[in-house]
């Protein structure tokens, strides 16, 4: 398991010196380590605290610690408001959706917000990787009824993972995470080859992403 100081020694040799990373918030994230990602969030500022933040939620839903989850999300949200960019945008449409998944009562208000600012991070940049994963995993989370539904999912997962193609310099997170929504998607449709080969894909992108690693495990079982 990757250690808060091998964490650390991500942000030292970076570009940014001793900022906290995207990249350092991943190892953290891969090993589901709430304690490195609380660290981590504290010691970042703008969008990476707020990208730490979310990831943090999801470690601590996770290991069932819903008020750490919660407070994690709050933050989040009164960093990414206030932001006018497409990445800013993309991520707190995330948060939005997270917060519903934690408390669907919560979707008569966070729904809209949530579909309004995603459509605004869209019309800023509408081939952005981060905002097409984040249409993936909003139709994967939504009944066809309303828009949404597996098939959705797969198709925005696949203009994500072709924007993922185009080189990344700043803000790189997700490309993972796109195969295995889409191998979500396709599991959902009955297609259990296609899944593993998008949750293989998956790790010969990163090898160390644990949830592709988790979903591969289960399915082996």
């Known amino acids: 398991m990757k250690s808060l100081t091998f964490i650390t020694a991500i942000s030292l040799f970076s ?21 490195a990602l609380e660290q981590l969030s504290q010691q970042a ?20 610690d819903s008020d750490k989850a919660n407070a994690a999300l709050e933050q989040a949200v009164e960093i990414l408001k206030p932001a006018d960019d497409a990445e800013s945008k ?13 408390n669907p009562l919560k979707g008569m208000t966070l729904g809209p917000k949530a579909g309004a600012t995603l459509d605004d991070a869209s019309d800023i940049e509408p081939g ?7 249409r993936a995993i909003s139709a994967y989370n939504t009944p066809a009824i309303f828009g949404g539904g597996p098939g959705n999912a797969i198709e925005f997962s696949n203009q994500a993972i072709a924007s993922y193609q185009q080189p990344c310099i700043d803000i790189c997170w997700g490309h993972a995470e796109a195969y295995t929504w889409r191998g979500l998607a396709k599991q959902q449709l009955g297609d259990q080859q296609g899944a593993l080969n998008d949750w293989q894909q998956a790790l010969e992108t990163n090898p160390d992403y644990g949830w592709a690693k988790f979903l591969l495990s289960q399915a082996a079982r």
């Open 128 to 134: 952005n990787p981060r905002v097409l994963l984040v």
């Open 45 to 64: 500022s703008g969008y990476t605290k707020a990208y730490a933040d979310y990831r943090l939620a999801i470690s601590a839903n996770l290991k069932a």
């Open 90 to 102: 993309a991520l707190l449409a995330a948060v939005y959706g997270m917060q519903i998944g934690m």
């Open 15 to 35: 570009p940014l010196g001793f900022a906290t990373t995207i990249e350092s918030v991943d190892a953290a994230a891969n090993q589901m380590d709430v304690s």
